[in-house]
C-alpha cells in the first residue's frame, strides 16, 4: 500500500487530472510497478544518511516452492548480510498470483508482511526476528482501554484481545502473533519481539537486551 501512493510525478499527475478523476480506480498491480522506484529511492536516502548501503528483493510464493531458488535467495541474503548491505524485501505486488495464505508442508503461512519476515528469518536462521508495530507490543485488551496493560512475555494460550487493524497492510497484530508463533514451533528462533516502530531506538535497545515490547522466547514454544 505504502508504495503504491509513491507514485512518479508525471503518472500521478496524469491520474489526477480531468472530470473523472474521482471515479478513477488505481489498478494496483501498476500502482505497485509505478511505486517501486520512489520507494526505493527513499530508502536509499534514509539510509545513505547512515553511510549504509542497501539492495532490494522481491518474492513471490512461488519462491518458497522451489528448492532451488530457496537455496539461491539464501545464499544472496547471506552474502548481502557479509557485506553490511541491508536488503528491503516485500512480495513483488505486481505479479503475484496468490489469493490466499500460501502454507508449506511445514504450515509455514505467506500473507503478509509479518508472515514473510518469519519465513526470511528462517532462511537466514536468524537470533532473534524483530516485528515493529503502531503500538508497544501485545496488550492484555485493545490498547485504547485504559485498564490495558503490556504483555512483556508471551506464553501459548494465553487470551488477547485484539484491537483495530492498521489502515495499511493486511494483517494487524493476530497476524504479528501468527508469525512470531510460527517461528518458534516451525523454525526454531530463538526469540522473536514485537515492539513499537514509532519509539526511539526500539531496535537497538532490544539488541543491547534491554526490555522493550513483547518476547516471544522459543522455550514457550507450544511444540
Not at 184 to 199: E, L, Q, R, T
Request: glycine share 8%; proline share 5%.
Amino acid at each position: 500500500m505504502f508504495k503504491q501512493a509513491l507514485l512518479t510525478l508525471p503518472l500521478a499527475g496524469f491520474l489526477g487530472n480531468g472530470p473523472n478523476r474521482e471515479q478513477t480506480e488505481l489498478p494496483p498491480r501498476a500502482c505497485a510497478a509505478a511505486g517501486q522506484s520512489g520507494m526505493m529511492s527513499l530508502y536509499d536516502d534514509m539510509f545513505s544518511q547512515k553511510g549504509v548501503a542497501i539492495s532490494q528483493i522481491l518474492l513471490t510464493e512461488n519462491d518458497f516452492r522451489n528448492p532451488q531458488v530457496r537455496k539461491h535467495l539464501q545464499d544472496t541474503l547471506n552474502v548481502l548480510l557479509k557485506w553490511n548491505v541491508v536488503p528491503i524485501i516485500n512480495e513483488n505486488d505486481v505479479i503475484t498470483t496468490r489469493t490466499t495464505p500460501y502454507r508449506d508442508e511445514g504450515g509455514a503461512i505467506f500473507w503478509d508482511n509479518d508472515s514473510l519476515a518469519a519465513l526470511i528469518a528462517a532462511e537466514v536462521k536468524a537470533d532473534i526476528l524483530i516485528l515493529l508495530s503502531d503500538v508497544e507490543g501485545i496488550y492484555t485488551c485493545s490498547p485504547d482501554d485504559p485498564q490495558a496493560q503490556l504483555i512483556t512475555s508471551y506464553k501459548p494460550g494465553m487470551e488477547i484481545v485484539f484491537g483495530s487493524k492498521s489502515r495499511i497492510g493486511r494483517g494487524g497484530m493476530e497476524a504479528k502473533i501468527e508469525a512470531a508463533v510460527k517461528c518458534m514451533d516451525h523454525f526454531d528462533i530463538p526469540a522473536v519481539i514485537i515492539a513499537s516502530g514509532y519509539k526511539r531506538h526500539s531496535i537497538i535497545n532490544i539488541i543491547e537486551g534491554k526490555r522493550v515490547g513483547t518476547l516471544f522466547p522459543l522455550c514457550h514454544s507450544s511444540k
